[in-house]
């Protein structure tokens, strides 16, 4: 699945080409899957290969990570502490919490994404936290919510609607919109509010993330309706941050493997993560009582 080809697969694991072809038979075979289409030297994955990759994926990292693990025990650096989270939050509030803790210590961490329309595959024992927009159904982790969102509206800097006091999703309407993909919480949230308003919104560009939405926005290819710590992260010479009068709201949650009170160092990560989302979110994110 990583290499593309037998041969390059064959490399990686130091088995030769035949070894490999045979093995991918044997568990195809026990598996009761087909697993690949032949195409020439090519292994083209099936979509049985791409569900059956989520499942086992978790596990062949763990085996990947045997060896730094050998290494941390034996010089006692403890482990890594992994967190889990979307995409429009790696861009700005995790990375900040990070630094934080990191002026403040030695603590290791690992950093992976995680895909709503997927779900968290973590939630298998992999990650010791995630930080998502809820509700997110695709989990078994425990969710705790831990701050609400005010959605703004992100205009290129000279635009005229960043003179505006008041501004609705109705005057987005006519707008060169940029819009987030239909699979995302926020775009379903704005296609709902203008339904309510009467008006239709008709994307010129879709983008599958926030990060990238507001970097069309900042080179003034149109507007677009984003979460707020995104939005700012981009600095007002580059993106104009205003406020809707529309109530949109996204609420910021944990996952955690368990409802029990979680490790010190996990406990540690949620609070960073928290004072980031205070100070990022510039009077658009208001914290929650855990």
């Known amino acids: 699945m990583q290499a593309g080809t037998v041969t390059g697969a064959a490399s990686v694991i130091f088995r030769t080409q035949p070894q490999v072809s045979r093995m991918i038979s044997a568990l195809e075979e026990s598996l009761g899957l087909k697993l690949f289409e032949r195409e020439g030297r090519r292994l083209i994955p099936t979509e049985q290969a791409l569900q059956f990759l989520q499942y086992i994926e978790p596990l062949m990292l763990g085996l990947d990570g045997i060896a730094n693990s050998a290494e941390d025990i034996k010089e006692k650096r403890g482990k890594r502490l992994v ?8 861009h700005a509030l995790v990375p900040d919490a990070l630094e934080r803790l990191s002026r403040n210590g030695n603590a290791k961490f690992a950093v992976d994404l995680c895909v709503r329309g997927l779900g968290l595959w973590m939630s298998r024992g992999v990650a010791d936290l995630g930080v998502v ?3 997110f159904s695709q989990t078994d982790m ?9 959605v703004v509206l992100a205009l290129p800097p000279q635009h005229p609607l960043t003179r505006r006091k008041s501004i609705g999703i109705a005057d987005v309407a006519s707008e060169r919109f940029i819009a987030l993909r239909p ?14 308003a009467g008006v239709a919104i008709n994307p010129v560009i879709e983008a599958s993330s926030g990060a990238a939405a507001c970097e069309f926005v900042a080179r003034g290819l149109g507007v677009s309706i984003s979460d707020p710590i995104v939005a700012g992260s981009f600095g007002p010479s580059r993106v104009a941050v205003k406020r809707m009068t529309d109530a949109l709201h996204l609420t910021y949650g944990f996952l955690a493997p368990n409802a029990g009170a979680p490790p010190a160092a996990v406990r540690r990560v949620m609070q960073a993560i928290t004072e980031a989302a205070e100070k990022l979110g ?3 994110v208001k914290l929650r009582q855990m």
Not at 83 to 90: K, M, N, T, V
């Open 282 to 284: 510039a009077g658009f």
């Open 183 to 196: 699979s995302t919480l926020l775009r379903a949230q704005i296609d709902i509010a203008a339904a309510r």
């Open 83 to 90: 967190i889990a989270a979307e995409p429009f939050l790696l």
């Open 142 to 150: 425990n969710q705790v919510p831990f701050a609400d969102a005010e």
């Open 133 to 135: 927009a809820l509700p």
